[in-house]
């Protein structure tokens, strides 16, 4: 199977990881650099970072399983299945404008709110919208992964990804804002542009495909037609030497006989082939279409006979990616600085009836939009299924097996998930990606762009989580490039090259994740993407050249 593809370059990333902390001596900056000689990691290891990356990201994990239980019960619901035919036939005529509007809307999620992560609540419904518009799944990855990475690299508001990143470089959160909302434009002009010429290439190869097919059959066609003239003559000319050799009358007879058992053998013959043929024509066309078919059967609900009102549904998810939207914008001091939402959260929980706090004790303690976390998703997620069934009469153990359903789908992306921070773990715990930092930074003097680059995407590919990233490096970085002129570059360099990596990083969460679930092998999707991270790539590097020369 090839989902198994994507937990073994998992596992071998994480054993690299383990050779390397063997190879390389550990150090760690905390006021100036601290050489730890060799700090291995064991066997023993490899099984208790698991548990460590559970207590500490576990609640990732459990994220992936309430997103596959979600969709196991709206897959129960069959106006959501209707919901996607009518969303898929209406953008009929209009695919390539879709497919652009989903590449813009997630890369803004990301870029703003800085949710590469928690914009999986939506994965599962763009990709099937993706394969019933007729694409194929690497179409799927182009668009989810495509979008994410570029959302990253031009990442404008999200405090969450870049905090870390402006707080060591004393940078205002709006550095080069101007900058990176070019490289965000960029960047998503490019995902859209090689993802539809992907999808263009890709259907040019099925009709050429199916011309090859045709040309074949009918070229075995005029083969047979032409072996079985050679068979008729064959046997006109025994026929003449028998009649030589018998009487008028018997010959006549017999003459009259094999003729017409010829004339009926030479027709069926030729019907036979024909339909024989034709089959093979069908046959082919049918295997394509259940090709196609079984690809979508996997990843979109069950299609429905009965028709289903679904604006209920419409109006549910529409509230739910709305809420999701405010919740993870950075309103208040990290972000736009407007205090609404927290004035709003303030007065809910300062609410008194008859001196009662009510609302205070009935929610909780619970943040206000601009300052939410994936954790706090779970409520709305829950409510929006609960109204979705009772709306649509959905059993509690209909409710109920459906979410087992998907939960147990959704395992072992979860399980990627905590290899993932295990690999972050282990690479915390065993620090060698400093000393290699180190060595490069010391071939030049002062600030280098060449250096600067590699050192970011090291980074990026060491560390799973960018905020780890950022922490493991650029602390020593500003300690030995001392020049602060440089350093809104330089964060432009370390921000950029870290979404740019997590388009191909087998330590991409985001990445690895989707393509398990896709069913992409790793090899399957570098040929695919390989184009879109060089142009990035050169993008980046004029973009970063300009702004190093001006």
């Not at 035919?85 to 813009?104: E, H, N, P, Y």
């Not at 940078?171 to 995902?191: A, D, K, P, S, T």
């Not at 003729?259 to 030729?270: E, W």
């Not at 999707?525 to 970063?544: C, G, Q, S």
């Given at each position: 199977m090839r989902k198994h593809n994507?937990?073994?370059?998992?596992?071998?990333?994480?054993?690299?990881?383990?050779?390397?902390?063997?190879?390389?001596?550990?150090?760690?900056?905390?006021?100036?650099?601290?050489?730890?000689?060799?700090?291995?990691?064991?066997?023993?290891?490899?099984?208790?970072?698991?548990?460590?990356?559970?207590?500490?990201?576990?609640y990732i994990a459990l994220y992936v399983i309430l997103v596959g239980g979600f969709y196991g019960v709206l897959y129960k619901i069959p106006a959501y299945r209707s919901f996607l035919d009518k969303f898929a036939g209406a953008?009929?005529?209009?695919?390539?404008?879709?497919?652009?509007?989903?590449?813009?809307l997630i890369a803004l999620i990301v870029s703003v709110c800085g949710m590469q992560f928690g914009i999986a609540l939506f994965i599962p419904f763009i990709v099937s919208l993706i394969l019933l518009m007729g694409y194929d799944r690497i179409v799927a990855a182009l668009v989810t992964v495509g979008s994410i990475s570029v959302g990253l690299i031009g990442t404008t508001y999200a405090n969450n990804n870049i905090g870390i990143l402006t707080q060591i470089c004393g940078l205002e959160m709006n550095y080069q804002i101007g900058v990176r909302f070019i490289l965000l434009l960029v960047g998503v002009v490019l995902v859209i542009f090689n993802t539809l010429m992907y999808a263009k290439h890709n259907h040019m190869v099925i009709k050429?495909?199916?011309?090859?097919?045709?040309?074949?059959?009918?070229?075995?066609?005029?083969?047979?037609?032409?072996?079985?003239?050679?068979?008729?003559?064959?046997?006109?000319?025994?026929?003449?030497?028998?009649?030589?050799?018998?009487?008028?009358?018997?010959?006549?007879?017999?003459?009259?006989?094999?003729?017409?058992?010829?004339?009926?053998?030479?027709?069926?013959?030729?019907?036979s082939s024909k339909n024989a043929n034709?089959?093979?024509?069908?046959?082919?066309?049918?295997?394509?279409?259940?090709?196609?078919?079984?690809?979508?059967?996997?990843?979109?609900?069950?299609?429905?006979?009965?028709?289903?009102?679904?604006w209920p549904f419409i109006v549910v998810f529409c509230l739910l990616f709305i809420v999701f939207t405010l919740a993870f914008i950075p309103w208040g001091d990290n972000g736009f600085k407007i205090s609404l939402f927290d004035d709003i959260t303030s007065?809910?929980?300062?609410?008194?009836?008859?001196?009662?706090?009510?609302?205070?004790?009935?929610?909780?303690?619970?943040?206000?939009?601009?300052?939410?976390?994936?954790?706090?998703?779970?409520?709305?997620?829950?409510?929006?299924?609960?109204?979705?069934?009772i709306i649509y009469k959905v059993s509690i153990d209909d409710v109920f097996e459906g979410f087992k359903e998907g939960a147990k789908k959704a395992f072992v992306p979860a399980l990627i998930v905590l290899l993932m921070y295990t690999i972050l773990v282990a690479v915390v715990y065993h620090?060698?990606?400093?000393?290699?930092?180190?060595?490069?930074?010391?071939?030049?003097?002062?600030?280098?762009?060449?250096?600067?680059?590699?050192?970011?995407?090291?980074?990026?590919?060491?560390?799973?989580?960018?905020?780890?990233?950022?922490?493991?490096?650029?602390?020593?970085?500003?300690?030995?490039i001392t020049n602060v002129d440089n350093y809104s570059v330089v964060a432009i360099i370390f921000q950029s090259m870290y979404g740019l990596t997590m388009l191909i990083a087998p330590t991409s969460l985001a990445l690895m994740v989707i393509l398990y679930y896709l069913d992409i092998r790793f090899k399957d999707w570098f040929k695919a993407v390989w184009k879109l991270l060089l142009e990035l790539f050169v993008v980046l590097l004029i973009v970063i050249i300009i702004l190093t020369l001006i």
């Amino acid at each position: 199977m090839r989902k198994h593809n994507i937990v073994k370059v998992v596992l071998i990333t994480l054993l690299v990881f383990l050779v390397l902390s063997w190879i390389l001596p550990a150090a760690y900056y905390s006021g100036e650099y601290i050489d730890q000689g060799r700090v291995q990691m064991g066997l023993f290891d490899l099984f208790n970072y698991p548990l460590t990356a559970l207590a500490y990201f576990g609640y990732i994990a459990l994220y992936v399983i309430l997103v596959g239980g979600f969709y196991g019960v709206l897959y129960k619901i069959p106006a959501y299945r209707s919901f996607l035919d009518k969303f898929a036939g209406a953008m009929k005529g209009k695919s390539s404008i879709w497919l652009s509007v989903m590449v813009v809307l997630i890369a803004l999620i990301v870029s703003v709110c800085g949710m590469q992560f928690g914009i999986a609540l939506f994965i599962p419904f763009i990709v099937s919208l993706i394969l019933l518009m007729g694409y194929d799944r690497i179409v799927a990855a182009l668009v989810t992964v495509g979008s994410i990475s570029v959302g990253l690299i031009g990442t404008t508001y999200a405090n969450n990804n870049i905090g870390i990143l402006t707080q060591i470089c004393g940078l205002e959160m709006n550095y080069q804002i101007g900058v990176r909302f070019i490289l965000l434009l960029v960047g998503v002009v490019l995902v859209i542009f090689n993802t539809l010429m992907y999808a263009k290439h890709n259907h040019m190869v099925i009709k050429i495909e199916k011309k090859t097919v045709k040309r074949a059959e009918k070229a075995e066609k005029e083969e047979k037609v032409v072996s079985s003239k050679a068979a008729s003559v064959s046997e006109k000319t025994e026929e003449k030497k028998s009649t030589s050799k018998s009487t008028a009358s018997k010959t006549a007879a017999k003459k009259s006989t094999s003729s017409k058992k010829t004339t009926s053998k030479k027709s069926t013959s030729k019907k036979s082939s024909k339909n024989a043929n034709k089959a093979a024509l069908k046959s082919e066309d049918i295997i394509v279409v259940k090709e196609s078919d079984s690809e979508v059967d996997e990843l979109v609900p069950t299609v429905v006979d009965s028709k289903h009102s679904v604006w209920p549904f419409i109006v549910v998810f529409c509230l739910l990616f709305i809420v999701f939207t405010l919740a993870f914008i950075p309103w208040g001091d990290n972000g736009f600085k407007i205090s609404l939402f927290d004035d709003i959260t303030s007065s809910i929980n300062n609410f008194k009836l008859f001196g009662f706090p009510l609302f205070a004790k009935v929610l909780g303690s619970f943040n206000a939009f601009g300052s939410w976390t994936i954790t706090d998703m779970f409520l709305p997620m829950t409510l929006a299924i609960l109204v979705l069934a009772i709306i649509y009469k959905v059993s509690i153990d209909d409710v109920f097996e459906g979410f087992k359903e998907g939960a147990k789908k959704a395992f072992v992306p979860a399980l990627i998930v905590l290899l993932m921070y295990t690999i972050l773990v282990a690479v915390v715990y065993h620090p060698f990606q400093l000393v290699i930092y180190k060595a490069i930074i010391g071939l030049t003097k002062g600030f280098n762009i060449a250096t600067t680059t590699v050192v970011a995407v090291l980074s990026a590919f060491f560390n799973s989580d960018i905020s780890y990233a950022f922490q493991g490096v650029v602390p020593y970085y500003t300690s030995v490039i001392t020049n602060v002129d440089n350093y809104s570059v330089v964060a432009i360099i370390f921000q950029s090259m870290y979404g740019l990596t997590m388009l191909i990083a087998p330590t991409s969460l985001a990445l690895m994740v989707i393509l398990y679930y896709l069913d992409i092998r790793f090899k399957d999707w570098f040929k695919a993407v390989w184009k879109l991270l060089l142009e990035l790539f050169v993008v980046l590097l004029i973009v970063i050249i300009i702004l190093t020369l001006i």
